[in-house]
């Protein structure tokens, strides 16, 4: 088993920044692609990003291009998320990603087999 963990959430006001991580261990794979995915409240999970196993692509959702940038570093086994300009809207649980995606999508939930416990980003007004 792979066990994902996040870390970085907090409370930030409107404009500020984050850095979100997700540290993997136990079982791991050569090649994994990792991603973001949130949850705010009243809402479905949704994609926030996503990054190929040698970072070469990266992908975004509409909602965070231009604010948010995935990043890893394979050596540490670990998947970043830099978040900019926050606002109220990405208030939500933000959950650490990792799978396979021989031909599933980047965006989709079902590609991905391993998953962290979350963890709460909160942006004030």
């Known amino acids: 088993q792979v066990q994902l963990v996040e870390s970085g959430g907090g409370l930030v006001q409107a404009g500020g920044s984050l850095r979100l991580s997700c540290a993997a261990s136990?079982?791991?794979?050569?090649?994994?692609?990792m991603g973001w995915f949130r949850r705010a409240p009243g809402k479905e999970r949704e994609f926030v990003a996503a990054?190929?196993?040698?970072?070469?692509?990266?992908y975004y959702a509409d909602s965070v291009k231009g604010r948010f940038t995935i990043s890893r570093d394979n050596a540490k086994n670990t998947v970043y998320l830099r978040m900019n300009s926050l606002k109220p809207d990405d208030t939500a649980v933000y959950y650490c990603?990792?799978?396979?995606?021989?031909?599933?999508?980047?965006?989709?939930?079902?590609?991905?087999?391993?998953w962290g416990q979350g963890t709460q980003v909160t942006v004030s007004s």
């Open positions: 990603a990792a799978g396979r995606p021989y031909s599933g999508s980047y965006y989709d939930t079902t590609t991905y087999n391993y």
């Open positions: 136990g079982r791991t794979y050569s090649r994994v692609a």
């Open positions: 990054i190929n196993w040698s970072a070469s692509n990266t």
